[in-house]
């Protein structure tokens, strides 16, 4: 087979098939629960709300991965190594608990931080450009004797990012979970 590829002048890609995959399924989980999150907390349309949500994460992964391409390379050649042999085999033999707590904790609030930033401009920018709010459920022009009516009708900056840093801390830790169920599988 390799020779037949080889005679036709085709490259040899290595593709991380499992990585992949994983990526695409906690994707949807993530989707799901920011939806959920920002569907009770905004008040918008089922529909919008997984609109909003997947817009948000697609845009945030892509920009993830162009960031990590771009980092890969400035890394040390063993740190290097190590990285792509856990995407690619998901072989952590080499790395030690304690150098994946001092390395992974870091990283993983700033990818945390990172995201949210990102997002929040996203959202920002996906809203200026509707160049109109989207519909919400509950309508403020209406006289709302109801504290929690009013608390889902707003829709200020500041409520839209405390939604947006709840959206992501709850799929956060559920990827951290299916992450750690995956791993312990895997041994």
Known sequence: M?????????????????FIVLQGLL????????????????GISPRGSVQFSTLLNLVSTVGGWFLFLAVENL???????????????NDTSRISPTQTLSVGLPLLLSMYIMTFILESQI????????ASKPALLYQTTQVQYDRQQRYKASWTERFR??????????S????????????AMSR
């Open 2 to 18: 390799l020779d037949l590829l080889s005679r036709l002048n085709f490259p040899l890609i290595v593709l991380p098939l499992r």
């Open 123 to 130: 959202l920002n920018l996906l809203l200026l450009l509707m």
């Open 75 to 89: 890394l040390p050649e063993t740190a290097r190594l190590e990285l792509i042999n856990y995407i690619l085999f």
């Open 172 to 183: 956060y830790t559920a990827v951290i979970v299916l992450l750690l169920i995956t791993q």
């Open 161 to 170: 990012m405390n939604t947006l840093l709840i959206a992501n801390a709850y």
């Open 27 to 42: 994707l949807l989980v993530t989707i799901a629960i920011e939806a959920q999150v920002i569907e009770n907390k905004l």
